[in-house]
């Protein structure tokens, strides 16, 4: 997510960095460069000027050719006017309502219907509704299936009509199920076309008119660039949503819509998808992702999702198996389980500072586990409670069971071994100093 766009950042501000003179002429050639990576990132020509013109007017304002770390300090203005073309602050999505009608829109291949499954996810699981899918795209059977199987893998109940063609009646007749059933909150999904079209406008009108849903939210594709944000305007004037969600996040997309779209139609954005699975959906917080791309990273998402999927109880008897140096191979099982959860591997990297960078032309898949994972799996459990009983032909059969080599295993039980003992030494303060004193440069 926005790596090229990252890159070209790094490289603007690279001449202020140094330690060189600071002058309004390279103020002036770095803003030059920031424009540049805004229209390579498929940021309108009019916005990236006046972006680039507002930074610099702020710059000199306040007074960064004198100051300690000019440097810093303009990469601090960009940042803040980044976060504020995108936003500003966070704007969380209404959920009051007796019951609460979210209507979502969007063009077909948008994935207005898998983000549908995905906010229902987090509906039901961050804020405890109890929620009703509406299939209300009465176009294409396939988008009822997929939302039906949708609804299955998360537990939310699916409304769906296959005979009737009346996106309207069964919005309302769903409305009046979800009240029978005590859903208190409902999620409508639309129809959507290949293009924007007059019909299809009227018709998403016409339900909007009709349930008068307490939010309406427009799903768009990240990776269709300016098309996202014209087709975005077009929407919000037939309309009048409330909020933006951008999908895809996760693939080779420019930025464009991100940084742009909420300058263009003055709605906020609230949620961006980062993957393919349920969980993979953020709010969007526009100064943190204001940080992820000047590389700053973004900790605080990072600790929120791991806070979301480690079990505190879990945590606390792993803290004192680690004391008790009886740290296993099933705890290793696990924790790594635990991680997976969390989301894309190389967008979790990309939430520490530098590491996005660092990472750039890095493969990282979401596979990275998997042949540790049948290693373990493959070792008895009086095995992988105490690692100590695995000679030369337990290895082999180790390495036989899991698709692997010898090498492979040896590899990982080195590996499981220096993460025992790191840990063991995080757990006792002492031994973390004498080591630290014993270190070259550390002793006093």
């Known amino acids: 997510m926005f790596e090229n766009l990252s890159e070209k950042f790094d490289r603007a501000f690279k001449v202020l960095k140094g330690q060189g003179k600071i002058t309004e002429i390279n103020v002036a050639e770095t803003m030059k460069e920031v424009r540049k990576a805004l229209l390579d990132a498929d940021v309108n020509y009019k916005i990236a000027k006046e972006f680039t013109d507002k ?98 893998q998360i537990g939310v109940e699916v409304f769906a009509d296959l005979e009737s063609k009346d996106p309207v009646s069964i919005a309302q007749r769903a409305i009046a199920h979800g009240k029978a059933t005590g859903k208190n909150l409902i999620i409508v999904d639309t129809a959507g076309r290949l293009a924007i079209d007059e019909q299809m406008m009227n018709e998403i009108a016409a339900v909007k008119r009709a349930i008068q849903p307490q939010e309406t939210l427009f799903v768009v594709d990240a990776m269709t660039g300016q098309d996202a944000v014209n087709t975005a305007k077009a929407f919000n004037e037939k309309i009048d949503y409330d909020g933006v969600v951008l999908t895809k996040l996760d693939g080779d997309t420019r930025g464009g819509a991100a940084l742009t ?113 049948a290693i373990i799996q493959s070792m008895t459990n009086a095995e992988r409670e105490d690692a100590s009983l695995i000679n030369g032909n337990r290895k082999k059969r180790i390495a036989d069971g899991s698709g692997t080599t010898i090498q492979d295993v040896n590899k990982l039980l080195k590996q499981f071994e220096e993460t025992r003992k790191v840990m063991r030494m995080m757990s006792n303060p002492s031994a973390m100093q004498g080591m630290m004193k014993n270190m070259p440069g550390m002793r006093r």
Not at 87 to 94: L, Q, R
Not at 121 to 143: I, S
Not at 321 to 348: C, E, R, V
């Open 261 to 373: 779209i909420r300058s263009v139609v003055t709605k906020p954005i609230k949620f961006v998808g980062t993957g393919e699975k349920m969980e993979a959906i953020d709010v969007f917080y526009p100064e943190r992702m204001a940080d992820r791309i000047l590389g700053m990273g973004d900790i605080v998402s990072l600790v929120e999702r791991a806070q979301d999927n480690f079990d505190e109880e879990q945590a606390r008897k792993l803290q004192k198996k680690i004391a008790k140096n009886t740290f296993s191979f099933n705890d290793f099982y696990d924790q790594i389980q635990q991680i997976k959860k969390m989301g894309n591997i190389k967008d979790l990297v990309g939430m520490i500072p530098g590491m996005g960078k660092a990472m750039k032309d890095v493969e990282v898949s979401d596979d990275a586990f998997k042949s540790i994972e």
């Open 55 to 152: 930074v610099k007017e702020k710059a000199l304002g306040e007074n960064v050719l004198t100051a300690i770390s000019p440097g810093q300090l303009l990469v601090k203005i960009t940042r803040d006017e980044l976060a504020v073309l995108m936003g500003g602050e966070k704007k969380d999505i209404e959920t009051n309502g007796n019951p609460c009608v979210i209507l979502i829109a969007g063009l077909q291949g948008s994935g207005k219907t898998t983000f549908s499954g995905k906010l229902a996810n987090y509906l039901k699981t961050k804020k405890n509704k109890q929620v009703l899918l509406v299939a209300g795209d009465v176009y294409r059977p396939a988008a009822i299936n997929q939302l039906k199987v949708l609804g299955e």
